[in-house]
Structure formats: structure tokens, C-alpha cells
């Protein structure tokens, strides 16, 4: 039979009394703070932190995996650390987030490393690069592959301890006023693509536009632009973008698994109990996995929404313009590579990496998947 | 500047008093349980649970991850939780696993669904079955299609609480000391491959046949099977496999993403205090990531050793068996949902979504990949 007793219920209450003790002693039931405090009272500390995130509060998949974090945080302390979780603008502004969590003004940020390019150009590589690696992939390198490790050491300069924290999957390439049939139609293309898929959209003759997330319906409407790239189906539909462009592009080269980021104050994190870095970490990991989960199980049927009731046209980029993009980007990256001794570090890991996930992929689930759908 | 001050020591204070009180008076500082533990003390009691597994004692991927699940747990419960993981054989033998929990004689288990199948035969698709749904898209279906719904359904019955708990990847069709060049080569042969993916073989004219792990090698070499199916590449070189076979077939169509399984007493779950229980599953839930990561992680390196270093011939099945496999497979699935109406429904949901799943797969994933590795 089970036998989950309630063992050794004297050194229970011996190690309890020496807590009650240890407390009276050292704040003297003064309300204040006290440094000094050993090991027992700091594992019964409360903490109550706050997150800045890069999002609409809720925002589907993207905005709720902080808030599952923060759930998942006070449920396993047992209600000892709380995270009270803030939208895009209500304390910071989006872009804002690390530096907010930099600086120790909010302890914690949910957000995505290639917004940074401009301060840490490596951190786009712990999101995602054109014909990078896939959500899979970017997993198995991050967490097994050495690159958890390059990540922290390069955002510690920044005070800065990050946790890998949600991933969408292989994003669209995105809504389309113009037919794309060949190389030909990207040159003079107005599209919005940020990050280093517009660099390589402008290199192979297209025009990269930025636009708030706002504007961009509009401008779509009203040929400002001629193109957008967002998410995948799952957030697009919700955008209602079907309403104002024709044709729907795949496959998300610029984008194939990118994965966001928790990002947390390092005087912060040093100052927590062992336990709760853990459980911070683990449920990080849980819901890493479960925004790829989320977004794979409602993706197919918002396609399915966008092209049988919006008769939305779905469309595949021709092989040329595919290779061009291909061409373009991994000449872009071994440029960015030369220019910046940190993006050579990660760049290195990041290739061998890649090189050796995709052989392998070649002869298990892609020679499978391909086996599975003839 | 960061604040997270020790608040309200006061009212600590007194809950712990409060606590401390509760104690005295429940458990009278005999040693003894008590029964009607009030929720602040349960929330503090300890548990030291054992876990037997059906792989041996820290066997590489599979057997690492109930020894992480038990690390996790204890470091995030502060060590109110233990939990003992004992190797195949130790306490029960390895195919014992599912009875133990169900007894309740060991509070939980580690192990794969399909090993029941002659008690459960629903529980093949938790784990894998031939031409089914990759790792990415099981985690899909199983925590956000509905998946995880029917299988604690199908286990109830049983007593037992399951929580998925890692993947190995697509794994290999095996070693083989026949070429197969066409389904002529099916014919006869002899190969150790349990499961739906037997079943398929047999009906293909081949024989199925049934090996202990530790009887594979001296099998394989002195001839009595032609070939063996086992994990992939990371597992397989440390069996050493290459001494005793010559070629190293691929895809495998009978296992193309096999979730794993943590197993609890149904009472045992039940009478766990609510922070306890989101810490099981939450550590399940990264340990479920972790071991796919470790695997997508390892299995090349190890495919490079035994291709560049032990000289082993990779093969590809040819399009002729894969296609006679698949249409078997699909017959298979079919008949054993007319004979089991558990099967019935979870066959229903499982195709459904591996339908949908598939299809958008291949608009973004499958298309970003072919798309690299043109």
C-alpha cells in the first residue's frame, strides 16, 4: 500500500521552532529589513516581482506565456514569490524591456533577443536568422548545444540573466498585395520586415519598411506598403489581415523557429533562494515547450478559417526567389560575423550546430515526415 | 532599484506560529500520522515517494529523465518532496512498471504506454504508432488537442494519474544483415520489432520476433534475426550494434516521435498538496523537452562515429516498402478502432489532428526545411 506519512514530525518541528527563532532574532518583529539573514529565513522570504513584457497584456501565445510563468512560479513556491505581470506601454514601453530589466527597474522582461540588434547583435542568433534553425533545433542547441551558455555570457555585461521562454514555430512570410512569380516582382517591393529578413529583402532589390504594428493594417489598405510579414495563422487571423491583403506567402524563411526570451536583473536573480531559481528555470522550460504546443494546435484550424471562409489565396515563393534569399542571408550573417567578435563566437556554434542537426534531420523526422506524406 | 524586501514579517510570523501550534497539537510530538491534517500542515509534510522505471539505472535519454523529474522535484519543493528512482529489475521487472503504480505498491512509474498494450491497448498512442505524429506534433495533440483528456480517461480505470515525460525523436528503422532492395527482401525475414510496427512487418510477409534487450547482440551475429530495431544513433553506438550488423536502415515509419510516460497512483496523486502536484507536472514538462533535446543533441555526433569511424552503411528504405508499410499500418490502426472502443476514440482524435497537424506542417516547417536544404 502507498505510505506517504508524515515522517520525522520532531526534527520537523525543531527546524520550524529554530525558524520562528531565527526570525524573532534577526527582525525582531520591527517590520524592517534586515541584511545578514541566513539561509533558513531566506528560503521563507517572499518575493513579489514585477514583468515587463514587449506584448499586449494577453496577447494570444506571444503575451501569455509570462502570464503562465508568473502562474506557474506561485503555484510551485506555494505562494512564496508572485510576478505581477505588465503589458507593452503600461510601464515601459515595448522596446523598452531591457533595459528596464538592465537597469533593475523591473526585475523581470518577457520579450524577443533580435529586438536588441542595436545594442547586442548577437542576440539576434537566440531568436532567429534567416534559414536558421528550426523551434526543434533551436531547443537542442540552446539547451544542449552550448548556446545557453554563450547567451548568458554575452547578455552579462548587461546585468542581464536570460532564460530561453516560448517559441512560435515557423512563421509566414506574410500577407501580400502583389503576386510574387518571380525574383523580378521583389524588386521595388514595399514590405515590413524587420531585423535581418529586410536587410536581405533590400539586398535583393525589395524595400524594408518599419512600421508599428498599429499602422500596418492601414497602410496595407491603402498601398503605403505592399506587404507585411506578422506571425502565422493563429495571430493573423485575430489581426484580420485577410481583410486587407490577397495572397498569404509561405514558407517563413526569414523566421523558421524563433524562440523569446525571460529575462531577469542578475543582482535579482543572485538574490534568490536556490528553489526558486529552479522553479523559475523549470517553468520557463515548460512553457517554452507550450507556446510551440499552442501555436501548432490552432494554427491549422485558423488556416483552415482564412482559406475556406476568407477565401484567403495561399501561396508558396517560387524556387528562385527562395535561393536568392538563401544566397543573400548566409552571405549577410558570415558578414555580420566579420564585424563583430561576439556574433563570430555564436556564429561559429550556431553553424556547426546547424550543420550537424540538419544532416541528422535528413534521415529521421524529415526522411519520416516525407515517408508519412507521399 | 530593485526592491523585494522581506514583507510583512509579522503576519510570517504568525502563520508560522500558527503553524508550529497546529503541529504540536495534530501530531503530539509522538512520531505518529495523524488523519485530518489541516491544509497548512499538509502543505508542509513531507513525502518520500519511490519511482521504478522499465529502463535500467541511468540508461542514457530514456532512463535519465525520471532521475532529473526526481532532482527537479526536490530542489523546487525545498526537499519536501524525494523522490527514489530505481532501475528495471530492481524492485519489478521492467514490464511491471504500469501493475506496480496501478497496485499502488510504488507511488510512481517511468515508462512507455505501448509496453500495455495488451492491457490498454489505447495506450499505443500515447506513445507512437507507425506513420503517426512526430515529437512536436504529439506534444501538440496530447496538451492541446484534446490528447491528454482521453488518456487519464483510459488510465483512470487503472488507478493511475499519467503525465507525459519525455521523447526520443523519430527513431531508426534499425540494423539489418540483409540488404532490402525491394518487398521481395520483406519475405522472411526475421526481426525483432515489438508493437503495432510487428504487426505491419508480419502482414508484409516478414517475422516478427520477440528478444529481450540483452539476447539482441548474440542474435544479431550468430544469425538467428536477420535485424533489430532499437532507439537511434546515441543509444545504438553505445550498444555497439555495428559489431554485429551491417547496415543502418532509415526512415523509422514505426516510431516517429515516442512520448514517454510518468506513472502515479491515482490516490497517491490525490492526496499530494496542490504546489506539490504543479511541481510533478511542470518538472515533467521540461523533462519532456530536455530529452528530445538531449537526443536531437547527441544522435548526430554518434551517426558520425559510426559511419566515419566504424564504417557503418546508412540506408534508406526503398519507396516500394515504405509505401506497402504505410498502407498496412493504416489498415492495421483501422481494424483494431473496430475492436476497441477506446481505441475507437482516441484513434478519432488522434487522426483528426495528425490531419491537421500535417497539413499545416507542410506549408511551414516541412516547406522552411526543404527550402534550406535545397
Given at each position: 500500500m502507498v505510505s506517504y506519512g508524515l515522517r520525522k514530525p520532531r526534527k520537523n518541528l525543531m527546524r520550524n521552532l529554530t525558524y520562528i527563532l531565527t526570525l524573532i532574532v534577526l527582525?525582531?518583529?520591527?517590520g524592517e529589513q534586515s541584511t545578514g539573514l541566513d539561509e533558513d529565513v531566506l528560503k521563507e522570504k517572499k518575493y513579489n516581482w514585477r514583468l515587463v513584457t514587449?506584448?499586449?497584456?494577453?496577447?494570444?501565445g506571444l503575451g501569455m506565456a509570462p502570464e503562465r510563468i508568473a502562474d506557474l512560479v506561485e503555484e510551485m513556491s506555494n505562494g512564496q514569490m508572485t510576478i505581477t505581470v505588465y503589458g507593452a506601454e503600461?510601464?515601459?514601453?515595448?522596446?523598452?524591456v531591457f533595459d528596464a530589466v538592465s537597469s533593475g527597474s523591473h526585475q523581470m522582461g518577457h520579450s524577443?533577443?533580435?529586438?536588441w540588434k542595436g545594442k547586442?547583435?548577437?542576440?539576434?542568433f537566440f531568436t532567429s536568422v534567416p534559414f536558421g534553425l528550426t523551434a526543434d533545433e533551436i531547443n537542442a542547441w540552446v539547451y544542449r548545444g552550448g548556446g545557453l551558455e554563450l547567451w548568458r555570457e554575452i547578455y552579462q555585461p548587461f546585468n542581464i540573466y536570460p532564460i530561453p521562454a516560448g517559441n512560435t514555430g515557423t512563421q509566414m512570410f506574410g500577407w501580400f498585395n502583389?503576386?510574387?512569380?518571380?525574383?523580378?516582382?521583389?524588386?521595388g517591393l514595399k514590405m515590413r520586415i524587420p531585423g535581418i529578413g529586410g536587410e536581405v529583402l533590400k539586398e535583393a532589390g525589395g524595400i524594408p519598411v518599419t512600421l508599428p504594428g498599429g499602422e500596418l493594417f492601414t497602410a496595407l489598405q491603402t498601398g503605403v506598403i505592399d506587404a507585411t510579414e506578422w506571425v502565422g495563422p493563429y495571430n493573423d487571423l485575430t489581426f484580420g489581415f485577410h481583410q486587407a491583403a490577397k495572397y498569404y506567402y509561405y514558407p517563413g524563411w526569414h523566421e523558421p523557429g524563433p524562440m523569446l526570451e525571460l529575462l531577469i536583473n542578475l543582482d535579482a536573480w543572485n538574490s534568490l533562494p536556490k528553489h526558486l531559481q529552479v522553479i523559475i528555470e523549470t517553468a520557463s522550460k515548460a512553457v517554452n515547450q507550450d507556446m510551440l504546443d499552442e501555436y501548432l494546435a490552432r494554427n491549422n484550424q485558423a488556416l483552415t478559417e482564412l482559406v475556406d471562409v476568407h477565401g484567403v489565396e495561399l501561396r508558396r515563393l517560387p524556387d528562385d526567389v527562395i535561393e536568392e534569399f538563401r544566397l543573400i542571408s548566409n552571405k549577410i550573417l558570415d558578414d555580420l560575423a566579420k564585424d563583430d567578435e561576439n556574433i563570430a563566437k555564436v556564429y561559429e556554434s550556431y553553424k556547426n550546430f546547424k550543420k550537424d542537426v540538419s544532416e541528422y534531420h535528413k534521415i529521421s523526422e524529415d526522411a519520416f515526415v516525407e515517408a508519412r506524406n507521399k
Open positions: 527582525v525582531g518583529c520591527s514587449s506584448w499586449p497584456k494577453n496577447y494570444p503600461e510601464q515601459v514601453p515595448a522596446f523598452g524577443g533577443g533580435y529586438f547586442v547583435p548577437a542576440a539576434q502583389k503576386e510574387i512569380n518571380s525574383l523580378a516582382d521583389i524588386k
